[in-house]
């Protein structure tokens, strides 16, 4: 079965420090992936999306991240973190059929 | 910007309810879908429709059921509320026409059951 997994569960990083959230993910065919951020009481805004093509993707907010086939995985990065950036995030992948799969999330927690 | 909106922020219902989340999405996208948010266990598909009148069961369907009798509209149904449906629910809303796929979220229904 497809899986999706962030094994960071809460990371806390400085103001101003650089930032990278993991994801792997298990599929059989290069899927679709996508990373959201859930600020608190809000739904999912997404973030940044890979389907094709550079393996290197721009996002809102300052994120990029990275798709490496041969690790199966999808990390979020940013260079320097603002305290807006406090937040939950998402890695999720598409089945091909249309359906997301979501890991179970990274808490960021930033200090000033 | 593609809209989707969950009628209620907030609900708090008794066990044995027969409970409704109305989910209204306003750009004409053919999928639909509704998850449920669980601390520690991130977004679980619930159900999804791909179009109007129909419906396929997510990871977990049990004591739930849908309606999609118009294309902007797929609503969650608890037939009989219980305790642990007590969640954030959030749905979606995506369509593959364009070069703009991706998934549109409504900002969740946090339901309590007494």
């Known amino acids: 079965a497809q899986s999706v997994t962030q094994p960071d569960i809460h990371i806390t990083v400085s103001e101003g420090a650089s930032l990278e959230l993991r994801c792997n993910y298990s599929y059989g065919a290069t899927p679709y992936l996508f990373w959201y951020v859930q600020s608190p009481g809000q739904g999912l805004q997404l973030l940044l999306k890979y389907f094709s093509g550079d393996t290197l993707v721009q996002g809102i907010k300052g994120f990029e991240a990275e798709f490496k086939r041969s690790q199966s995985s999808f990390n979020l990065r940013k260079p320097s973190v603002h305290w807006s950036d406090a937040a939950e995030y998402f890695c999720?992948?598409?089945?091909?059929?249309?359906?997301?799969?979501f890991g179970t999330g990274t808490r960021l927690t930033i200090i000033p | 910007d593609v809209k989707v909106t969950q009628s209620s922020r907030y609900l708090v219902k008794r066990t044995g309810e027969k409970v409704f989340l109305e989910c209204v999405q306003d750009m004409d996208h053919e999928n639909m879908f509704w998850y449920r948010q669980d601390p520690g266990l991130g977004l679980r598909l619930i159900y999804f429709?791909?179009?109007?009148?129909?419906?396929e069961k997510g990871d977990i369907p049990e004591g739930y059921s849908v309606s999609r009798e118009k294309k902007e509209r797929f609503s969650l149904i608890l037939e009989s509320a219980s305790t642990n449906q007590t969640s954030m629910y959030l749905c979606?809303?995506?369509?593959?026409?364009?070069?703009?796929?991706?998934?549109?979220f409504g900002s969740g229904t946090r339901l309590t059951v007494v």
């Open positions: 999720a992948v598409d089945h091909g059929n249309e359906k997301l799969t």
């Open positions: 429709s791909y179009d109007v009148k129909m419906k």
């Open positions: 979606a809303s995506s369509t593959l026409q364009g070069s703009g796929y991706g998934y549109t």
